[in-house]
């Protein structure tokens, strides 16, 4: 999927996040670039230049913990979306009983990332 990043330029056929989940999507789309990037450039100066590998590799770490933060924010995000009830008029945004498992899944898997607690 093709997201907005307004840092690395506009596709004209790009999806706007509207919601916290979205926009938490599109931070982690952000951070991940960045991993990316940051890498590609410490691979490329790791054998003659020792010390920049590992401040490059630390700042890897330090973009890794905010795609954490992001992903914690993502999770209870989806956790606290209203649920779409069989019978019941559709809340405005919803998450069906299939997507909210299978996100719990997700994020079980994952790992790292415990169930949200009051809302955080």
């Known amino acids: 999927m093709d997201a907005y990043l307004p840092t690395y330029g ?12 979205a926009t938490e999507l599109v931070f982690l789309a952000h951070v991940w670039h960045d991993m990316s990037k940051l890498n590609e450039i410490r691979l490329r100066v790791r054998e003659n230049d020792p010390i920049a590998d590992r401040l490059l590799f630390k700042h890897i770490l330090v973009e890794f913990w905010s795609a954490l933060d992001h992903a914690r924010k993502l999770q209870a995000s989806v ?16 998450v069906t009983r299939r997507d909210a498992q299978a996100a719990a899944v997700a994020f079980k898997t994952f790992g790292g990332i415990s169930r949200p607690s009051n809302g955080n």
């Open 79 to 94: 956790h606290k979306a209203p649920k779409l009830v069989r019978g019941q008029s559709p809340p405005v945004r919803y």
């Open 10 to 21: 506009d596709a004209t056929k790009s999806w706007y996040p509207a919601n916290e989940a």
